[in-house]
């Protein structure tokens, strides 16, 4: 059972646009910490994709995009390509546990 | 530029002990702000936090292993070593350390991860 909540798939045809929501509460992302993402395609280690709620590393295009408001986060990419495919998971830091906490990760497909 | 790499066995047998060194370069361990945290993530599962240690040399563990996991470094030698006891089937995965930067808490350069099967 992850501390953060995402919803474990979503899939859009190309072109279309996808939102993936993080769900937190009041010891983490509620209490203000960053929202980061990771994008983890098959047999290799996660990476950023969106750091410090809504921050592009370079080499990551500008259709996508992340945004926090409350106690979630979410990441949304535009312009679907086949190559957007992967798993992606939220991450926190959440005071009462005194730990880094995830999301169980979300699959995203292109119809 | 900043790397992580682990190392360790890829099998360990039930009830033994399990000890994985993280080496790293691009940083030190003595800068203010800079921490090495562990990661491990089952198949086909998400990813799991084990611990974390800091510059300051203060110490976190996930709370439902903090009894199985200690967590060191050497600063001369640019490494830290995650040990974990009593090592159970369920405990396989991909074990993966990365830097952590304390001010916002995002893993910003991760390791390609090592494979750990718990088997007799």
């Known amino acids: 059972q992850s501390v953060l909540t995402q919803p474990p798939s979503v899939s859009g045809a190309p072109g279309q646009r996808v939102t993936i929501s993080c769900t937190g509460s009041n010891s983490n992302i509620g209490a203000g910490y960053a929202v980061h993402w990771y994008r983890q395609l098959p047999g290799t280690a996660p990476k950023v994709f969106i750091y410090d709620n809504d921050s592009r590393p370079s080499g990551v295009p500008d259709r996508v995009s992340g945004s926090k408001a409350g106690s979630s986060g979410a990441l949304a990419i535009t312009g679907l390509q086949a190559d957007d495919e992967g798993d992606y998971y939220c991450?926190?830091?959440?005071?009462?546990?005194?730990?880094?906490?995830f999301g169980g990760g979300t699959k995203v497909t292109v119809l | 530029q900043v790397t992580l790499r682990e190392s360790g066995p890829a099998l360990v047998k039930p009830t033994q002990t399990l000890t994985l060194t993280c080496t790293f370069s691009?940083?030190?361990?003595?800068?203010?702000?800079?921490?090495v945290t562990w990661i491990r993530q089952p198949p086909g599962k998400a990813l799991e936090w084990l611990a974390r240690?800091?510059?300051?040399?203060?110490?976190y563990y996930s709370a439902s292993l903090r009894t199985r996991l200690t967590i060191s470094k050497d600063t001369s030698k640019n490494q830290v070593v995650l040990t974990m006891m009593n090592m159970d089937p369920m405990d396989t995965g991909t074990y993966y350390c990365a830097r952590l930067t304390h001010s916002t808490h995002v893993l910003d350069v991760w390791g390609q991860g090592t494979p750990v099967t718990v088997s007799s």
């Open positions: 691009g940083f030190s361990l003595t800068t203010t702000g800079m921490c």
């Open positions: 240690i800091d510059w300051d040399d203060d110490e």
């Open positions: 991450q926190s830091y959440d005071n009462s546990l005194r730990s880094v906490v």
